[in-house]
Structure formats: C-alpha cells, structure tokens
C-alpha cells in the first residue's frame, strides 16, 4: 500500500531534492486519479527504479510521459513513455532534507 | 526531525532509492570529491602508523580503531576511484582525448594507484594517488578553460592539491 524510498538525483530540484524522502501509494485506484505534475514512481527496464513528473496522460491511459525540471533529465524525451503498469506508486508526503529549502 | 529519523530508518534497512537522475548529472563534475577521497586515504595510512608507534600493547581498543582506520582506508580509496571513472566515462569525449592523449594511461594508474592504495599501508603508493588525480583535476579543468592553482590542503595531511583558480 505505502511505500517509503529515498530520492537519488536532482532532475526534479527544486521540489525534490537528492537525499529527501518520499512516501508513495501503491493502491491502484489512485492511478485513476493520477494527473499531470503529479510525481510517480516506476520502473524502468534500462534505468531501474526512477522518480519523475508527470508530463502527460494518454486518452486511453495507458501510456504516460514522464519529465524532469532541466534539461539534463533522463525522462521520456529519451526513454519514450511508460506503461501505467510500469507505475509503482505515486508520491503522497514528501521528506525534505533539513538544509533544503 | 522526520528526516533524521528516516535517515537512520535507511541506514538500518536500506530503503530503496527512486532515481530522478540526470544523463549528464545535471552538468555538475567535480575532480575535488576524488581528491578528498584520495588525501582521506594518505590521512588514514598516517593515523595507522601513528597507532601503531604509540599502543605497544595492542588491546581491544587498538583492533577497534585500526579496524576503523582501514574501513575507511578502503572505503575512501573505492570512492576516489569511483569519482574518476564517472568523469573519464561521462563526461570525457573523444575531442578531450585528441587533446590529452595521455588521459586513458592517467585513468588507469589511478584505477591500479587505488587498489594498490587499498591493498597497502604504503603512504608512498597513496601520495602518488592523490598526485595522479591532481593532474587528472589540471586536465578536467583545463577541458573546461579553467586555470588551476595549487596548494597546501588546509587539514592534515596538508598535501598539494590542485583547485581550479576562480
């Protein structure tokens, strides 16, 4: 249902920060509800495990682009989208390192 | 306060970590974070012999803070090294090696400087460490048309460093 993962990076700064915290759910109904700029979890077969932003929902949904905050990021401008199964959770509380700000 | 507790929650358990990477890590290279790894090894090898000289008796707490010594010895040798693979393999490209045909060699004797560094207590082997990374440093920097300067690193061991000169 929950999960809790520590974020590694920093294409998603400032909002998340390498070394912060976030809990994501894993209840498939919330995909659903998912929503551009809304920040999911997934798994990438190359890149493991990543953290992005949704950037776009197909009508259908059930594919999904994913982006970054620069222009350095590893998202589907490269990868191309994503499944909706390829979705772990999206994230609900976010721990931010106490030197963030 | 969350964030501490969760941090240590992280060291007990090992979260799993979400990537949000960059391919080129948000443009970010730095060759200093080898060289503290690398002059943390030198620092290491120096308290060791230090030990050594002064507790002839050998008793726990000498085995507890030599152990210590060497965890990180090796730890600080693999992160220096780690350093400069993720340089040489992300951001060196051919046109850098046109320039500095002597880069792949360099690379090397810093991967084998390394091991040796943790296979050892030599501190000869360990300064030639820090030294081969200093010049990997002058190269990155001059890459990037930066000049570079040197000096004393202001902590013990207080070796030569190369810092780029802003």
């Known amino acids: ?24 759910a894993k209840i498939p109904l919330l995909f659903k509800f998912l929503q551009r700029g809304d ?14 932003q949704v950037e776009e929902i197909s009508i259908t949904g059930e594919s999904i682009m994913v982006s970054g905050f620069n222009q350095y990021s590893v998202d589907s401008a490269q990868f ?22 | 306060m969350i964030h501490e507790f969760v941090t240590k929650l992280d060291q007990t358990i090992g979260l799993e970590t979400a990537k949000a990477h960059c391919d080129i890590p948000c ?14 090894v030198v620092r290491m090898i120096d308290l060791m012999r230090e ?18 010594y060497v965890a990180v010895k090796e730890e600080h040798a693999e992160k220096a090294k780690h350093e400069v693979r993720v340089i040489w393999g992300d951001y060196i490209k051919p046109a850098h090696l046109e320039k500095y045909p002597e880069l792949h060699k360099l690379v090397h004797d810093i991967m084998q400087m390394g091991s040796a560094s943790r296979q050892t207590a030599d501190r000869v082997t ?6 081969a990374i200093n010049k990997f440093a002058e ?8 000049a570079t300067k040197r000096a004393k690193a202001p902590y013990a061991p207080a070796l030569e460093m190369v810092y780029p000169d802003l």
């Open chain 2, 126 to 131: 360990a300064v030639n460490f820090v030294e």
């Open chain 1, 39 to 52: 920040m999911v979890v997934f798994h990438h077969n190359i890149h493991g495990t990543m953290i992005k």
């Open chain 2, 139 to 146: 190269i990155f920097w001059d890459t990037k048309g930066v």
């Open chain 2, 27 to 40: 443009g970010i290279y730095d060759p200093i974070v080898a060289q503290i790894n690398a002059l943390t």
């Open chain 2, 51 to 68: 030990l050594a000289e002064k507790d002839a008796e050998k008793g726990p707490e000498f085995y507890n803070s030599m152990a210590r």
């Open chain 1, 80 to 101: 191309g989208s994503i499944s909706k199964e390829a979705i772990i959770g999206k994230v609900i509380w976010h721990i931010k390192r106490p030197d963030s700000t």
């Open chain 1, 1 to 24: 249902m929950l999960r809790l993962l520590k974020v590694s990076g920093d294409s998603l700064s400032p909002v998340l920060k390498n070394g912060d915290f976030v809990l994501i």
